[in-house]
């Protein structure tokens, strides 16, 4: 009798350790799925963000438009010649949001100094017709770089909106703090 008792005390643990690794799969493979479906929908998000940030710039007659979660960099032609920029590290702040504007030359000379203005707010309607809401602006300074090609980080503070709020920053008048170093824009 002991064997028997001892052959199926042997068969249920066996049976039990399969059905906890059976269980500990099916939920690796949960927590798995969700995790994919995480990162989809961001970059479902991602994508209707960058969407709208080309489509507002292609109708953009002055500077351009960067939007808060579309990871991806413009391009202005300005003074200085072709700029790349792009938003990030948005994020809540006492009284509004901080973010980290990138401006990154293209060609192989060092940016001068230079300054611009930046404007940010709410954006209503859809990208074929909308309205810039609760706009707000200042002057940006940024010095000359010594590297080329030149990358000039300049830390932003938006005040009065917060992070969810922010519907686009965007960035124009460049020019350069000695007017002699100005590039001629091609159309």
Not at 28 to 42: I, R, Y
Not at 108 to 113: C, E, K, V, W
Request: charged letters at 15%; glycine letters at 6%.
């Amino acid at each position: 009798m002991t064997k028997t008792y001892l052959r199926i005390f042997l068969v249920g643990s066996l049976m039990s350790l399969t059905a906890c690794a059976q269980q500990t799969e099916v939920r690796q493979m949960k927590q798995e799925v969700g995790s994919l479906t995480q990162q989809m929908n961001k970059l479902g998000d991602q994508t209707v963000k960058l969407t709208q940030q080309n489509a507002l710039n292609a109708k953009s007659t002055t500077g351009v438009y960067l939007l808060p979660g579309s990871n991806t960099p413009a391009r202005l032609n300005s003074q200085l010649g072709n700029l790349q920029m792009s938003l990030s590290n948005v994020a809540a702040e006492a009284n509004g949001t901080r973010a980290t504007l990138k401006i990154k030359g293209e060609s192989n000379d060092p940016l001068p100094a230079f300054s611009g203005k930046v404007e940010w707010g709410q954006i209503q309607g859809t990208t074929d017709n909308y309205q810039e809401v609760n706009v707000q602006s200042q002057q940006i300074d940024a010095p000359a770089s010594v590297l080329a090609p030149s990358d000039v980080t300049i830390p932003l503070l938006l005040p009065g909106i917060t992070p969810e709020q922010l519907g686009f920053v965007r960035i124009h008048d460049i020019q350069p703090s000695d007017m002699s170093q100005a590039q001629p824009q091609s159309q």
